[in-house]
């Protein structure tokens, strides 16, 4: 049986690619750009990694997968949500339409095996076929992930911090505080399960006790994988998986711990098909972090963890994805084996800042310090492939990435736009709040923006305070494509593109910003800002790919002389036989 490797390479960007090609930096991809095939690949909009990722899956645009954006809108009640989970009738179920490639190719009689493949939460069983998910594996509460963040400093951190902040008061080197796990349910209601957690420490180390469990940090390290188990009520436990590192003892101390994970062998999170897959990779190849965006990106921004202890929790990711890959690759017998690396996706979204001198928080000596760290990644990406065609060297190859990436220097807050230009409006003596449905008056609201990229009418018939007449729709889209034109900063234009998304139940419009820009966090969840439409981008999250599709390409390479696809749709052909 013939053999495909398809690997992914979430947000690799083919200007940095060719750059350290031209310097020998890439040796094994140079061999395939010369030997093969090579091209810049064409992505869709809006190019975010979860709507990019359902089309290569699929072959399908946006509005035939049903996942528009990264966050979604429920008409409704006016709420957003995550568009990478779906529960119906209490259970998750996997969000995207359509019949994937790998789904295609096992009614072929063809064999899949996919590693932490994105928006593949939860797996749909397949026959003969293997699949762990990635992008879209929730903490064991449902969330995106949560850390938590143990320390005796006052009021160091932020307002909006993303993390729970526990300001500990150690008594005689003692400190006795909890660990908060998913929701438990009784007689009296709903509230967050805890786990008690002791803390024994001097200026050399750190005892941590977690029931029955005990074990020694010294400042600086990072704790094997912990397995943990809470009683969530009803005589029912959720196990989950989770890292502490000790950053400090004195003066302050410090004790960071990873969001909790779910469990591999987790049925309420099935994060595997065949349901034992997830665990036989453990017993393989040892623990591994579950979550669909391990490297954690907010304790970052948010100062909790520095850029260099960051780097080491990337690098530990990296690894744990090499090694599950190794695992599968030298038991690869045929059919198709796949496995998407993200990390890379993770490290430029937080370093770009290094490389684009011009970003508001570019810093010279940090640049020296720490500019080569997007290019370490993708030498690793290298010497991976160099692996691959080691061990495999005839079997086709193909290599790909859903876009490229650009600094994301201004912050767009496009519900302030709106609300300045009269197609929103707030509610009168209402406090800032993050619920939008409270927040404006839906009897005259005309438009608002849910998401990175998008746009609603507030169309009657379709929202549940519609106002604006279905034949009016396409008049109010039009003129807001010509007022979108003008937002800028004086210099630049904000806007590159404004696309029609041709779907009912999607947005209206799909922003395709100017490079540089990107929507505000608080635009993404539907929330406003009191001043101004634009503002400069002072964290770290300093690069981004949520602009205009012709800014952020992908990246394709085959170790056969093959056609480039016109686009990421096209990717999914490439495997059937």
Not at 161 to 179: A, C, F, L
């Amino acid at each position: 049986m013939r053999g495909f490797i398809f690997i992914g390479v979430d947000g690799m960007d083919p200007v940095i690619t060719e750059q350290m090609i031209g310097v020998g930096a890439l040796p094994n991809f140079e061999r395939l750009l010369t030997g093969g095939t090579y091209g810049r690949l064409s992505t869709i909009n809006p190019p975010q990694s979860p709507v990019v990722w359902s089309s290569i899956s699929t072959g399908t645009v946006p509005r035939d997968h049903g996942i528009f954006d990264f966050i979604h809108r429920d008409p409704s009640t006016y709420t957003p949500y995550l568009s990478l989970h779906h529960q119906k009738s209490g259970k998750y179920v996997n969000p995207v339409c359509g019949e994937t490639f790998w789904e295609r190719l096992a009614q072929e009689g063809v064999p899949s095996t996919l590693l932490k493949w994105p928006m593949g939460f939860p797996p749909r069983h397949f026959l003969g076929g293997k699949l762990l998910a990635g992008l879209g594996v929730p903490d064991v509460r449902g969330m995106l992930g949560t850390y938590s963040w143990y320390t005796t400093e006052k009021g160091s951190l932020a307002a909006d911090s993303k993390g729970r902040i526990v300001e500990v008061v150690p008594i005689n080197g003692r400190i006795v505080t909890d660990i908060t796990g998913p929701f438990a349910v009784s007689f009296s209601g709903r509230k967050a399960s805890t786990l008690p957690l002791f803390v024994e420490f001097d200026d050399r180390q750190a005892t941590l006790k977690i029931g029955r469990k005990t074990f020694q940090l010294k400042p600086g390290d990072w704790s094997p994988w912990i397995f943990l188990s809470f009683d969530v009520g009803f005589f029912r436990t959720v196990q989950g998986v989770c890292r502490f590192l000790l950053q400090s003892t004195k003066p302050d101390f410090r004790l960071y711990l990873t969001p909790i994970q779910v469990d591999y062998a987790s049925s309420e999170f099935p994060i595997s098909t065949p349901d034992g897959y997830a665990s036989e990779l453990r017993d393989a190849i040892g623990s591994y972090a579950t979550l669909g965006m391990s490297e954690d990106t907010n304790a970052l921004n948010d100062g909790v963890l520095s850029d260099c202890e960051f780097i080491a929790l990337s690098d530990s990711i990296m690894l744990e994805r090499e090694t599950m890959f190794m695992y599968e690759l030298n038991r690869f017998a045929g059919g198709l084996l796949g496995c998407v690396f993200d990390t890379i996706d993770r490290i430029q979204h937080m370093f770009w800042r290094m490389r684009d001198t011009a970003h508001p928080l570019h810093d010279p000596e940090l640049a020296v310090r720490y500019g080569d760290v997007i290019g370490r990644y993708y030498c690793w990406m290298d010497r991976i492939l160099g692996t691959v065609r080691e061990r495999h060297p005839n079997v086709q190859i193909i290599i790909c990435s859903d876009h490229g990436f650009k600094s994301y220097n201004h912050s767009v807050h496009l519900n302030t736009w709106l609300e300045q230009n009269g197609y929103l409006v707030r509610k009168p003596d209402v406090p800032s709040t993050d619920c939008m449905a409270e927040l404006y008056d839906w009897n005259c609201t005309e438009a608002y923006s849910v998401g990175f990229n998008s746009i609603y009418l507030n169309l009657k018939g379709r929202e549940r305070h519609g106002c604006i007449l279905p034949e009016a729709s396409q008049r109010i889209a039009n003129e807001l494509k010509n007022a979108l034109a003008t937002l800028g900063n004086g210099k630049v234009s904000a806007v590159r593109t404004v696309h029609s998304s041709l779907c009912q139940t999607g947005p209206d419009l799909v922003i395709g910003y100017n490079a540089g820009f990107r929507a505000s966090w608080q635009t993404a969840v539907g929330s406003i800002s009191d001043d101004l439409v634009i503002e400069d981008n002072l964290k770290k999250w300093s690069g981004d790919h949520c602009c205009d599709a012709d800014l952020v390409p992908g990246v394709f390479f085959a170790s056969e002389k093959t056609s480039i696809p016109p686009n990421v749709l096209e990717i999914a052909s490439k495997f059937y036989v």
